[in-house]
């Protein structure tokens, strides 16, 4: 028997070391995390002890620093989930478990246009931001300007500087409509519903758009809004957890704590102008649209273009 032995790695690839204006998250055996800028003469201090900051720059990431009284952390560049969770926050941010659902279901990725309202902390944005590389660009929306300058800041501290293809408007979405044309449309608000004019003029026709909601009687609010509206496909609407797991040696069962809620995410596609999209057949669960029921209804329909009722098909 002929045995080929894989040939031996004895060199390692290297990266680019630390430098000033870098982020550093510096990790503790504990776990707690420390992140800090990095700039010539600083020392960065703890109730650990200090640690210069001359003595990470030029060091290989993932480097083992230790301060002034001992204690040793672990210094690696922050991930996005990582700048996410630890920056600063106006608003409630999207969890990096949601984020990275939208970019995937909502199919956002290079030369995208997107608009996405509201801002808030910005923590979205940037996943949008680093999707919609080359020629695609990201439009932000946020009515409070409190809100707008966070966004602002932790977008600009994350990509060190805005970025070229970013345009962020202090505006209620439904005061500016924008023209667009915009290929995926994210909303994360209190009220998605009353937006939906002012997605129908912007959103092109197979455009996705993605809503956020943190509770039921939002979410059942919007889908039914759209399914009376006509013009889109059947909306699909989905939450996640994401369980965390202990694994030690035969000791390996789920976290005892997680994230129990964030929020739920509905994800549709837009029609062609005047198409109203077929309704199921199948009659809807006994109650569901009982006489305690009073929100919209697919009945309600109107054709886009005439504003004449619509026919179920
Ligand atoms: C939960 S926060 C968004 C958080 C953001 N997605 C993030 O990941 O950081 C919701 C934001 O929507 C903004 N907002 C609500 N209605 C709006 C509207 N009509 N136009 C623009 N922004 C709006 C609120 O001011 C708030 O900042």
């Given amino acids: 028997m002929v045995r080929i032995l894989s040939a031996t790695v004895t060199t390692s690839p290297e990266g680019p070391p630390f ?36 003595i990470l720059i030029g060091a290989p990431e993932g480097s083992l620093v230790t301060s ?5 952390y672990l210094a690696l560049r922050p991930l996005l989930h990582d700048f996410v969770m630890s920056m600063p926050r106006g608003a409630t941010i999207i969890y990096p478990k949601d984020a990275a659902l939208i970019v995937a279901f909502a199919d956002i990725g290079p030369g ?12 979205l944005t940037c996943w949008l931001l680093r999707s919609v590389t080359g020629t695609g660009t990201l439009t932000s929306v946020e009515k409070r300007p409190d809100f707008a300058q966070i966004a602002q800041r932790n977008v600009t501290k994350y990509f060190r500087g805005t970025p070229e293809n970013w345009m962020l408007h202090t505006a209620d979405l439904v005061e500016l409509a924008p023209a667009g044309p915009f290929d995926r449309v994210i909303l994360d608000m209190l009220n998605p519903w009353d937006m939906l004019e002012v997605v129908e003029g912007c959103l092109v026709p197979g455009g996705v758009l993605c809503v956020y909601v943190a ?22 609407s989905s939450e996640t957890m994401q369980r965390g797991w202990h694994v030690e040696g035969l000791a390996v069962r ?24 077929p309704t199921k057949r ?13 929100g919209p209804r697919v009945t309600d329909r109107r054709d886009t273009t005439t504003g004449n009722p619509v026919e179920d098909v």
Wanted: net charge neutral; proline share 4%; aromatic share 6%.
């Fill in 112 to 123: 995208a246009r997107v608009l996405e309202a509201g801002a808030g902390s910005g923590a």
């Fill in 282 to 294: 199948r009659r809807p669960a006994k109650g569901a649209y009982g006489e305690d029921y009073d």
């Fill in 68 to 72: 002034s009284k001992g204690t040793a």
């Fill in 19 to 54: 430098e000033t204006g870098d982020q550093v998250q510096l990790t503790d055996a504990k776990g707690r995390m420390h992140t800090i800028t990095l700039q010539e003469g600083q020392r960065f201090h703890t109730e650990k002890g200090g640690i210069e900051h001359d």
């Fill in 254 to 277: 789920p976290d005892h704590r997680m994230v129990g809620h964030t929020g739920f995410l509905m994800f549709t596609r837009r029609l062609a102008p005047g198409v109203v999209a």
């Fill in 215 to 236: 509770t039921t009687t939002q979410l059942s609010r919007v889908v039914e809004t759209l399914r009376a509206a006509g013009g889109w496909t059947e909306p699909k």
